[in-house]
Structure formats: structure tokens, C-alpha cells
């Protein structure tokens, strides 16, 4: 997927005004480079900001972990041999985020599904129903993909890191940190953060005290007649329901891969996640004529 299009939009003309946020006495430090592709900044607030700079520093090991692990941008990354071989010995950390893809799998009825990368334009088509998720065979130490099958994590992998950076900078010792991959990881707060679509431009914030939003809009991106860079994998065709969804939960992990898949659902079925996921906090919705509404737990 290109970096530029499903959660940039909020974090682009959501930014954080670190400025008006930190407390009497606090110093921020903070870190802004590339991640899988695309802009990302790691802010930290503590009383001397030479230590939080060396946490930064630290916490960026965790960040360069799982790029070799899921960058599609790397040749050389788990991910992209993987998809040149059909078949990898996982690291723990790949083993890992394979673990809550099965979650978001099973959250969504199979609408959160990785092997949609086979679907992009130059990739082929899937050859069989087998070539989903479901088709994949793996064990402790060896990962197999179906023949003809292609996976992309950028629907879940980004949050998964900003999840892993966020528990760096704590086991370093600071509870206020902000981690922006396009998804947003918070610790401690208040961190205000814009709301907006492409359809109702900036139309709010959100304050985090704790926890992850992250934002997609399939119109950000088309490539191909009718299909945007948010596939249904099982109708590669089918119009996304939503201009944008953007999901509150604990962690940035399932925040992505919902905010992915929610495209594709239905209000009524999105609603039907909070009592399946209890960590799961709001989900605002924007239809593509602007009209807004928020779901939250009953």
C-alpha cells in the first residue's frame, strides 16, 4: 500500500500542539524521521530532557525491529521474503503480529484480511478461495503461504510498532509520550488530536489520556477503476461504505487493523464489535456525503 494515503490525512492536519500540552516544568523531547515509508514523530515530556532524548534514541531500536520485520519497502525484510519464497522461519516478533491478525480476522469476519495484497495492480488475481488468511499454514517455526498468495501487514503493522516504541519509552521510565505513525499511541495525557476527511475536512479533536487512534480513508487513493487502496477481499470491486473511519481503542494494533476494516462494514456490524472487544473505545464514522456519527460502547 502507499504510505501516503490511508491514516496520513489525520495526522497531517491533526497535529499536536505539544506547545500548549506540557506541564509546568516538563521538557519534550522528540524525534520526527520515516517509518514504512511515511512521516513519524516520537514525543516524549519528562524533568530532563537529555535522558528522554537517550529513551528516544532507544526506543527507535524497537521501531527499526519491525520494519525488518514488515516493511513492504524493504526487499530484505521478513515480509517481503516471505512473499518472494512462499514460505519463512518467523522471528517472535513476526509470530507476534501474526497472532493479532488472527484477532482482527476473527473480530471482522474475515473483512481485515492481508492477503488483499495479491489483489493490487501488477500482483495478480488470487487463484483460489483458499488464498485468505485462512489459507495460510504456519506452525512455531515455519510460515507458508497459498500459491498465488501475496500479504501486506500495512493495514495492522504500523500500529503494532507505535504499540512497541510506546512500551519502549514506559520500560525506559516515561509515562507521557505521544508515538504518531499515522496512528496515534498515547501514554498519559492530555494529547489533543484533529479529526478530519476528505469529504468534512477538519470537522474535530479527540483527547486521549492513553490509548491509540488511527484513522482510513479509501478515497485517498485509487488504483484502479473503481477499486480504492482498501480492498474487500471478498469483492475487490465493492465501494467502501465510509469516506473515512477512525477508531478509538487501547492499543494502536487494533485500532489500525479495525480502522482498515470498517471501511468495508457496515454500521450495524461495527457496532457489533464493541461487546466482542471490550478494548475497543469509539468509532466515528463519515459517510461520503460529510454526515458524521460516533459509535460507542452500549
Not at 209 to 222: E, F, M, V, W
Not at 253 to 282: G, K, Q
Amino acid at each position: 500500500m502507499n504510505a501516503m494515503t490511508r491514516r496520513r490525512f489525520l495526522s497531517i492536519t491533526g497535529a499536536t500542539a505539544f506547545a500548549q500540552l506540557a506541564p509546568c516544568g516538563a521538557r519534550a523531547a522528540s524525534w520526527s524521521g520515516r517509518a514504512f515509508g511515511a512521516e513519524a514523530q516520537i514525543t516524549v515530556t519528562g524533568s530532563d530532557a537529555g535522558c528522554a532524548a537517550e529513551a528516544v534514541d532507544r526506543s527507535l531500536d524497537a521501531l527499526r525491529a519491525a520494519e525488518a520485520a514488515f516493511s513492504l519497502h524493504d526487499p530484505r525484510s521478513e515480509l517481503s521474503r516471505l512473499n518472494a519464497r512462499g514460505t519463512l522461519c518467523p522471528s517472535a516478533l513476526f509470530a507476534e503480529l501474526l497472532n493479532a491478525v488472527d484477532r482482527a480476522v476473527e473480530l471482522t469476519g474475515g473483512i481485515f484480511d492481508p492477503s488483499v495484497q495479491a489483489l493490487w495492480p501488477g500482483a495478480g488475481e488470487l487463484e483460489s478461495s483458499l488464498s485468505t488468511w485462512n489459507g495460510i499454514r504456519r506452525d512455531d517455526t515455519r510460515v507458508a503461504l497459498a500459491q498465488g498468495q501475496l500479504l501486506t501487514f500495512n493495514g495492522i503493522a504500523q500500529g503494532f510498532a507505535s504499540d512497541r516504541v510506546s512500551a519502549a519509552l514506559r520500560d525506559a521510565g516515561y509515562d507521557r509520550t505521544l508515538v504518531d505513525m499515522g496512528e496515534i499511541r498515547a501514554q498519559g495525557g492530555p494529547w489533543h488530536v484533529g479529526l478530519a476527511d476528505p469529504a468534512a475536512g477538519l470537522y474535530g479533536t479527540r483527547t486521549l489520556n492513553g490509548g491509540a487512534l488511527a484513522t482510513s480513508s479509501p478515497g485517498l487513493l485509487k488504483i484502479g477503476p473503481g477499486r480504492t487502496h482498501i480492498l474487500n477481499p471478498r469483492d475487490p470491486d465493492a465501494a467502501p461504505y465510509w469516506s473515512s473511519v477512525t477508531v478509538e481503542a487501547e492499543t494502536a494494533t487494533l485500532a489500525d487493523a479495525l480502522s482498515t476494516a470498517a471501511c468495508h462494514m457496515p454500521a450495524d456490524r461495527i457496532a457489533a464489535l464493541f461487546p466482542a472487544e471490550p478494548s475497543l473505545r469509539a468509532v466515528t464514522l463519515v459517510d461520503p456525503s460529510g454526515e458524521i456519527r460516533t459509535l460507542r460502547p452500549a
